[in-house]
């Protein structure tokens, strides 16, 4: 994987990350803990997404979108788990 794609990912992450803290309150991690997991969904959904044949818009819009829906998915995961 290039360089250039590694920091693409880290910054939609990011992005992503602080979506999906807003869109799932009470959920969430604090700022720091949602870009974490903001980053891991994106991972997650750049891997997947593609290999499902699932694309909603092109260019970065998007890979933010993809992105979002990973870490919202992986927050939802994550808030399941701690509540078990």
Not at 3 to 21: D, F, S
Not at 31 to 39: N, R, S
Request: glycine share 18%; no cysteine; aromatic share 8%.
């Amino acid at each position: 994987m290039p360089a250039e794609t590694l920091i693409i990912w880290l910054i939609v992450g990011a992005i992503a990350g602080w979506l999906a803290g807003a869109v799932v309150r009470g959920g969430g991690f604090g700022l720091v803990g949602d870009i974490i997991v903001g980053i891991i969904g994106a991972f997650i959904a750049g891997w997947l997404f593609p290999r499902l044949g699932f694309h909603l818009a092109t260019g970065i819009v998007g890979v933010i979108i993809d992105a979002a829906i990973g870490a919202i998915v992986l927050l939802l995961v994550i808030r399941l788990i701690r509540r078990a």
